[in-house]
C-alpha cells in the first residue's frame, strides 16, 4: 500500500523545517507532497530542501484549494493529510493507517481540548460534532481535524465538493458519511504551532464556521434541517392565531404568512433532499 502525505502550507518555512525530516525519517516510502499556497517566504525552498514534491500556486487559493491539488496529484493508493506547521506528528501517522487497515475508508485524528485554537474555537467544534452526530447517526469526534488518511480513490470522488476554503474537513466528512463509506476516529495529542500564527481570521471565519452548520445540513439530509425549521413555524403560526383568536376573535395575516412559510421551508427541504441525492449518485 503505498501512501501519499499531502501538507498544504502557506507561509510555512519553519513548520516544514522540523515536519519534514521527521516525516522522511519514520515514512522513507511515503510520497511527499508539499502544496505551497501562494507563499511569501521560503516555504518552496524548505519544502524542495528536504526532497517534497512541490506543488506552488502564483497566489493564494485557500486552505481546500492546495488539498484539492495535492489529491489529484498524489500517486499513492492511501493519502494522509497533516499540516505544516508542527502541530501533527509523523508518529501518529501509523495510527491512522492501522485503523485504515481494519477496513475504513477514512480515519480521523481527532483532537482533545487542548489541541483547540483557544476556547471559543473549542466550544464551535464541540457544537459542530454534536450536530454532525445527530445528522449522521454516527459519533463524529471531531468534524473539522485537517489531520486524516483516506483512500485516495474514494476521497477524489469529491473533490467538486470541496470548498476552497478551510472547512474542506467538514465536507469531506459528511461526504464519506453520505455516500456510506465507513469512517473511524483515533484520538491524538496535537503539538502547539510554530512560525505564523494561525491563518483565521475571527470575524470573516467566524461567519464562515457558522455557515458549515448549514452546510453540515445540506451535505447529509437537508430535511433533518428544513423539516424542524417548518414545524416550528407551524408551531408558533398555531400558537398566534391561538392568541388572536382568544383576544380578537379573527385570523390574522402574520398568521397567514407564518403558515405559509411552514409550507414554502418545507418544500424548500424537500427539493434540496432530491438535489442532495442526485449529487451523491455514482455514474460509472
Given at each position: 500500500?503505498?501512501?501519499?502525505?499531502?501538507?498544504?502550507?502557506?507561509?510555512?518555512?519553519?513548520g516544514?523545517?522540523r515536519?519534514l525530516?521527521?516525516?522522511r525519517?519514520?515514512w522513507?516510502q511515503?510520497e511527499l507532497?508539499?502544496?505551497?499556497d501562494?507563499?511569501?517566504?521560503?516555504?518552496?525552498a524548505v519544502?524542495?530542501?528536504?526532497?517534497?514534491?512541490?506543488?506552488?500556486?502564483?497566489?493564494?487559493?485557500?486552505?481546500?484549494?492546495?488539498?484539492k491539488?495535492?489529491?489529484?496529484?498524489?500517486?499513492g493508493?492511501v493519502?494522509?493529510f497533516m499540516?505544516?506547521?508542527?502541530?501533527?506528528?509523523?508518529a501518529?501517522?501509523?495510527?491512522?493507517?492501522e485503523?485504515l487497515?481494519e477496513?475504513?475508508?477514512m480515519v480521523v485524528g481527532?483532537r482533545?481540548?487542548?489541541g483547540q485554537?483557544?476556547f471559543?474555537?473549542?466550544l464551535a467544534?464541540s457544537?459542530?460534532?454534536?450536530l454532525?452526530?445527530?445528522m449522521t447517526?454516527?459519533?463524529?469526534?471531531?468534524?473539522?481535524?485537517?489531520f486524516r488518511?483516506?483512500?485516495a480513490?474514494?476521497f477524489?470522488e469529491f473533490?467538486h465538493?470541496l470548498?476552497n476554503g478551510?472547512?474542506?474537513?467538514t465536507?469531506?466528512t459528511m461526504?464519506f458519511?453520505?455516500?456510506?463509506?465507513p469512517?473511524?476516529?483515533?484520538?491524538?495529542?496535537?503539538a502547539?504551532?510554530v512560525g505564523?500564527?494561525?491563518?483565521?481570521?475571527?470575524?470573516?471565519d467566524?461567519?464562515?464556521?457558522?455557515?458549515?452548520?448549514?452546510?453540515i445540513a445540506?451535505l447529509?439530509?437537508?430535511?433533518?434541517?428544513f423539516?424542524p425549521?417548518?414545524?416550528a413555524?407551524f408551531?408558533l403560526?398555531?400558537g398566534?392565531?391561538?392568541?388572536?383568536?382568544a383576544?380578537?376573535?379573527?385570523?390574522?395575516n402574520?398568521?397567514?404568512l407564518?403558515?405559509?412559510?411552514?409550507?414554502i421551508?418545507f418544500l424548500?427541504?424537500?427539493i434540496s433532499?432530491?438535489?442532495?441525492?442526485l449529487?451523491?449518485?455514482?455514474?460509472?
Amino acid at each position: 500500500m503505498r501512501v501519499s502525505v499531502v501538507l498544504p502550507a502557506k507561509n510555512e518555512a519553519e513548520g516544514l523545517a522540523r515536519t519534514l525530516p521527521a516525516l522522511r525519517e519514520q515514512w522513507p516510502q511515503a510520497e511527499l507532497i508539499v502544496v505551497d499556497d501562494g507563499s511569501s517566504d521560503a516555504t518552496a525552498a524548505v519544502a524542495a530542501g528536504h526532497g517534497a514534491r512541490v506543488l506552488s500556486s502564483p497566489y493564494s487559493m485557500g486552505n481546500g484549494a492546495a488539498i484539492k491539488r495535492g489529491a489529484r496529484a498524489a500517486t499513492g493508493d492511501v493519502i494522509v493529510f497533516m499540516d505544516a506547521d508542527g502541530q501533527h506528528s509523523a508518529a501518529h501517522i501509523g495510527l491512522l493507517l492501522e485503523k485504515l487497515d481494519e477496513g475504513y475508508d477514512m480515519v480521523v485524528g481527532a483532537r482533545d481540548g487542548s489541541g483547540q485554537a483557544n476556547f471559543h474555537r473549542g466550544l464551535a467544534n464541540s457544537f459542530y460534532n454534536r450536530l454532525a452526530s445527530w445528522m449522521t447517526g454516527h459519533e463524529i469526534l471531531d468534524l473539522t481535524s485537517g489531520f486524516r488518511a483516506v483512500r485516495a480513490d474514494k476521497f477524489r470522488e469529491f473533490l467538486h465538493l470541496l470548498p476552497n476554503g478551510f472547512s474542506y474537513p467538514t465536507t469531506s466528512t459528511m461526504a464519506f458519511f453520505r455516500s456510506a463509506y465507513p469512517v473511524a476516529y483515533v484520538p491524538i495529542p496535537v503539538a502547539k504551532r510554530v512560525g505564523n500564527g494561525s491563518h483565521i481570521r475571527p470575524i470573516k471565519d467566524g461567519i464562515r464556521f457558522l455557515l458549515i452548520i448549514f452546510k453540515i445540513a445540506t451535505l447529509y439530509s437537508p430535511l433533518k434541517l428544513f423539516a424542524p425549521t417548518a414545524a416550528a413555524f407551524f408551531a408558533l403560526g398555531v400558537g398566534y392565531y391561538a392568541y388572536t383568536y382568544a383576544t380578537m376573535g379573527r385570523f390574522t395575516n402574520m398568521s397567514t404568512l407564518l403558515f405559509s412559510a411552514t409550507v414554502i421551508i418545507f418544500l424548500i427541504g424537500l427539493i434540496s433532499e432530491q438535489i442532495t441525492s442526485l449529487t451523491y449518485r455514482r455514474f460509472e
